[in-house]
C-alpha cells in the first residue's frame, strides 16, 4: 500500500496510456469507406502515420520510465522532472487522439466501436488527464507563491488531496460547471474552461455516433 501511495502519479500515467493505446487501436479498427472532405483524407494518413512511428517507441520508453521513477527516492527533483516529462508527452498524445476523434466525425462510418472507444477508453483517459493536471498546477502554486490556484468550496478550510482533483474531473460529466471547484488566478480559470470545452465536444460527439447507430 506504501508503495502505491508514493507511486499513484506513475499508475495513473500508465493507466492513461494504456487507455490511449487501446483506444487508438479500436479507432484504427474502425472500416471507413470515405470521407466527406478531401482534406479529411489528406490528413487522417498523417495522424495513421505518426502513431505508426511513435507508439513503439512510446511504450518501452514509458515502462522503462515508470520503472525509474518507482526506484528513486520521492522528494527527487530528477524523479519530478521524469513524471512531468511523461505526462507532457501523455497529454500531447490525449490531445492528438482528441484531434482525430474530432476529424472521424467527417469520415463515413456509423460503426458502434467508435462510440465505444470514446465512451469507455479516450474519456476516462482525458479525465484521469486533467485531474493530474488540476493537482500537478496547484501542487507548483503552493510551493512557489504558498498560494493555491484552485478553490474547493465543499472542503471548507480542510485542504485538497489528490483523491479531490481526479473527482472535479470527473464530476464534469455529471455537471455543465465544476460545481464547488473554482479557479482563482486567470490561468486556473482557462484550465477549466479548456476542459469543459473538450469534455461538451467528446460528449458531443458521442451523442452525434449514438443518434447516427439508431438511424442507420
Not at 487507455?19 to 470521407?35: D, H, I, N, R
Not at 507532457?88 to 465505444?116: G, K, P
Not at 480542510?158 to 490561468?187: C, E, K, M, Q
Request: contains cysteine; positive net charge; proline residues 4%.
Amino acid at each position: 500500500m506504501a508503495f502505491l501511495r508514493r507511486n499513484w502519479e506513475v499508475f495513473i500515467l500508465l493507466a492513461v496510456g494504456l487507455l490511449l493505446l487501446e483506444s487508438l487501436a479500436v479507432v484504427k479498427s474502425v472500416p471507413v469507406s470515405g470521407y466527406r472532405d478531401g482534406l479529411v483524407g489528406e490528413i487522417l494518413p498523417l495522424f495513421d502515420a505518426y502513431f505508426h512511428v511513435v507508439t513503439p517507441v512510446l511504450v518501452p520508453m514509458s515502462i522503462v520510465l515508470a520503472c525509474v521513477c518507482c526506484a528513486m527516492p520521492v522528494q527527487s527533483r530528477m524523479r519530478r522532472r521524469l513524471i512531468d516529462t511523461f505526462a507532457f508527452f501523455y497529454f500531447i498524445r490525449v490531445f492528438l487522439l482528441f484531434i482525430l476523434l474530432n476529424i472521424l466525425l467527417f469520415a463515413r462510418t456509423t460503426d458502434a466501436q467508435l462510440l465505444l472507444a470514446q465512451l469507455f477508453l479516450f474519456l476516462p483517459s482525458l479525465l484521469l488527464m486533467w485531474g493530474w493536471i488540476y493537482w500537478r498546477f496547484d501542487l507548483y502554486s503552493l510551493r512557489s507563491r504558498e498560494q493555491p490556484m484552485f478553490l474547493f468550496l465543499y472542503l471548507g478550510e480542510s485542504l485538497p488531496i489528490a483523491y479531490d482533483y481526479f473527482l472535479a474531473s470527473f464530476v464534469s460529466l455529471l455537471s455543465n460547471t465544476l460545481a464547488g471547484f473554482a479557479g482563482r488566478t486567470r490561468l486556473s480559470r482557462t484550465l477549466i474552461f479548456i476542459h469543459g470545452i473538450m469534455m461538451w465536444d467528446v460528449m458531443g460527439l458521442m451523442l452525434t455516433r449514438a443518434i447516427a447507430l439508431v438511424v442507420r
